[in-house]
C-alpha cells in the first residue's frame, strides 16, 4: 500500500468519527441546517452523527473498512439535500461564514468526500 493510500485511511476514518461526534457537542448547529421539509430535526442531527460515527470507526478496521466505506458514502448521499437546501436558500443561513457563495462552495466537497472515503476503503 502506498503511503498516500494509508495516510488517506489514518486521516478519514478519525475525521468522520470527529465530525460525528461535532453532532453531539454542538447539536444545535446542526439543528439549524437541517431543512425545514425534514421531520424529526433533532432526531435526524444524532442519527447522521452516528452514521458518520459508525462509518469511520468501521475505516479503522480492515475487516469491516469495504462496508463502511459504502456506508459513509450512503450517508454523505443522504445529506446532500440539505446542503443544496442551504445553498438554493442562504437568506435562512445568515450565520454561516461567506454567505452564499460559500453555501454553493460547499456542494462539490460531498464529492471530495465521497472520493476520499473511496481511496480509503482500497484493500
Given amino acids: 500500500m502506498s503511503g498516500r493510500v494509508r495516510a488517506l485511511r489514518?486521516?478519514?476514518g478519525p475525521f468522520f468519527i470527529v465530525a460525528g461526534a461535532l453532532h453531539f457537542v454542538i447539536p444545535k448547529v446542526y439543528r439549524r441546517i437541517?431543512?425545514?421539509y425534514v421531520p424529526a430535526p433533532v432526531a435526524?442531527?444524532?442519527?447522521?452523527?452516528?452514521?458518520e460515527i459508525a462509518g469511520g470507526a468501521g475505516l479503522l478496521?480492515?475487516?469491516?473498512?469495504r462496508p463502511a466505506g459504502w456506508?459513509?458514502?450512503?450517508?454523505l448521499i443522504a445529506v446532500f439535500?440539505?446542503?443544496?437546501?442551504?445553498a438554493l436558500n442562504p437568506g435562512d443561513y445568515p450565520q454561516v461564514p461567506?454567505?452564499?457563495k460559500a453555501l454553493w462552495g460547499r456542494l462539490p466537497l460531498q464529492g471530495v468526500f465521497i472520493a476520499w472515503v473511496l481511496r480509503a476503503m482500497r484493500r
Fill in 10 to 12: 489514518q486521516t478519514a
Fill in 34 to 36: 437541517v431543512p425545514p
Fill in 44 to 51: 435526524i442531527v444524532y442519527a447522521s452523527g452516528v452514521a
Fill in 61 to 65: 478496521a480492515e475487516r469491516s473498512r
Fill in 71 to 75: 456506508w459513509l458514502i450512503a450517508t
Fill in 81 to 86: 439535500p440539505a446542503n443544496l437546501h442551504m
Fill in 98 to 100: 461567506g454567505g452564499a
